[in-house]
């Protein structure tokens, strides 16, 4: 048991660097970046939620979403309310809202979270690296 938890947090760090990569591409730079669980704020989901600090102190959120159904307007409105969930979780207001999808996103629920100050990375089935 303690050798896959070991390949699982071997992949979690890996996992969690190449988002880090990612967010430096676009020039997105934290001086601290941690994950929170769902299950620590009370979901089911299964969503990478990261909270960074960025170079002048502001608190941001990183959501990375991999799944193979399309994502929703109605699942849009769950991963806000996990945003505000979060602010509270952490005691912060967070003022930069990052998602990353990795599934087939439906253009009413990406215009939403736009429209709700998210800054959205569509990475549809085909372009993954």
């Not at 190449?18 to 941690?34: A, G, M, T």
């Not at 736009?114 to 959205?120: A, L, M, P, S």
Request: hydrophobic share 35%.
């Amino acid at each position: 048991m303690e050798k896959s938890s070991k390949n699982s947090e071997k992949n979690h760090s890996i996992f969690m660097k190449e988002i880090v990569e990612f967010l430096q591409q676009k020039r997105i730079i934290f001086k601290s970046f941690k994950e929170i669980t769902p299950k620590e704020i009370g979901s089911r989901k299964k969503i990478g939620l990261y909270v960074g600090v960025d170079l002048k102190g502001y608190y941001a959120l990183v959501m990375v979403l991999e799944k193979k159904s399309r994502v929703l307007r109605k699942e849009a409105q769950e991963l806000m309310a996990l945003h505000e969930k979060i602010e509270q979780y952490i005691d912060s207001k967070i003022n930069k809202k990052y998602i990353i999808i990795k599934a087939p996103l439906c253009s009413h629920a990406k215009a939403m979270l736009e429209e709700n100050g998210w800054k959205v990375y569509h990475q549809a089935a085909d372009d993954r690296e």
